[in-house]
């Protein structure tokens, strides 16, 4: 497999996870696992494109595949990409402990729906729960990582 870009190889139990072994083996914590069971959207990565819960997988399914994690979300220099960017300048996070899966959530849907209501956003992250934030400021950061204007939105 290759992740974030980079060809990747090692041999697991059958029974690893994917969120196990790129925690585990490559070292790639920012994948967390806060559940186990796929409720919680923490451990969401991208498997050739699709968003995945990592808990969810094993690795070997994984084998030949293309991950991207958050660790490859950032810009080539190291800087924010636009939607960590937006997470940041609209308090999208407060804990921090959702936030890999919801960048990686945010991440697949502006891939597939460039500018998504209200609404679509809020459905699409079902899946991605936050203890912290009540959402709000979540979806505001994803509608103007989309380009949308925000401005009218107040904050929570």
């Known amino acids: 497999m290759t992740v974030n870009g980079v060809a990747v190889s ?27 069971t796929a409720q919680c959207g923490a451990c969401v990565v991208h498997v050739d494109g699709q968003a995945v819960k990592s808990c969810n997988m094993l690795a070997l399914e994984a084998d030949g595949a293309d991950v991207g ?14 939607i960590q ?5 609209h308090h999208g996070l407060q804990c921090g402990f959702c936030t890999p899966g919801m960048v990686m959530s945010a991440a697949a849907l502006l891939k597939e729906n460039p500018r998504p209501t209200e609404g679509e956003i809020r ?6 729960l936050c ?25 929570e």
């Open 10 to 36: 090692g041999e697991v139990e059958g029974r690893t996870l994917l969120s196990g072994f790129l925690r585990e083996h490559l070292s790639l914590t920012g994948t967390h696992v806060g559940c186990d």
């Open 131 to 155: 203890r912290c934030t009540g959402y709000h400021n979540i979806v505001k950061a994803i509608m103007a990582a989309s380009g949308q204007d925000v401005s009218n939105i107040a904050a």
């Open 85 to 89: 960017q937006a997470f940041q300048d």
């Open 123 to 128: 459905h699409y992250l079902e899946g991605n």
């Open 69 to 82: 994690t958050i660790e490859g979300q950032a810009n080539a220099d190291g800087s924010l990409n636009v």
